[in-house]
Every structure is written in structure tokens, then in C-alpha cells.
């Protein structure tokens, strides 16, 4: 069965700081909308580890986040 947001990929946003902090950066983490639009852009800061700003990922947890996009960002 293919990833979906609400069950695969909201879980691995915080609320803070991530969903909280990037509000005000005009981006929510915790909308599934807003996550398919910045996809690319989330996918490189997760990979370049600049994103979250305290620590990065586990990079199982990054795969699975292109696994979501490659499946095409199920809700
Ligand atoms: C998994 C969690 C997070 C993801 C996926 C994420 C993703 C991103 C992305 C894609 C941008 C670029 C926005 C753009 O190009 O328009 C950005 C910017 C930014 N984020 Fe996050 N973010 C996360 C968590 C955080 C946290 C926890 C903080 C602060 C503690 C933070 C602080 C910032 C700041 C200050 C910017 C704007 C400055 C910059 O471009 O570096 N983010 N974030």
C-alpha cells in the first residue's frame, strides 16, 4: 500500500518546533496541501540536513519522505 500523509508522513513533523516554527515562514507542515506544493524544496533541506534547524533527520526517515513523493503524495 502506497504512503499516505496523515498516516506515513505528518507523524514525522513536530509540532514544535517544526509545524509551529514554519508557519511563520508561511509554509504548514501539517497540511498535506502545503507539504505536496513545497515537496522538492522540504526534500532538499531534509537531505542537506539544514531542515529541522536542531537536528537532522534519520536518514530511513528521509526515504521515507521521497517514498511518499515517488508514490505520489497520497493524503
Ligand atoms: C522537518 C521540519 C522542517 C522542514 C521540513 C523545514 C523546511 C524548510 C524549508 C523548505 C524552508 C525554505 C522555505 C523557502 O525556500 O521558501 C525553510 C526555511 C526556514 N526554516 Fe524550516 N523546516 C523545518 C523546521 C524548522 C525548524 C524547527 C526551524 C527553527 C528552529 C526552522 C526555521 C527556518 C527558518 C529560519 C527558515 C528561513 C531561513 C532559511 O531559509 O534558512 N525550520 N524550512
Known sequence: ?????????RPLFRDT????????????????DDVKKHAEAIYERLEDG??????????AQIARFKQWMDEGMAP
Open 50 to 59: 539544514s531542515m529541522p534547524c536542531d537536528e537532522a533527520w534519520p536518514k
Open 1 to 9: 500500500m502506497a504512503l499516505s500523509f496523515a498516516q506515513d508522513i
Open 17 to 32: 518546533p517544526d509545524v509551529h516554527t514554519m508557519k511563520e515562514f508561511g509554509m504548514d507542515l501539517s497540511s498535506c
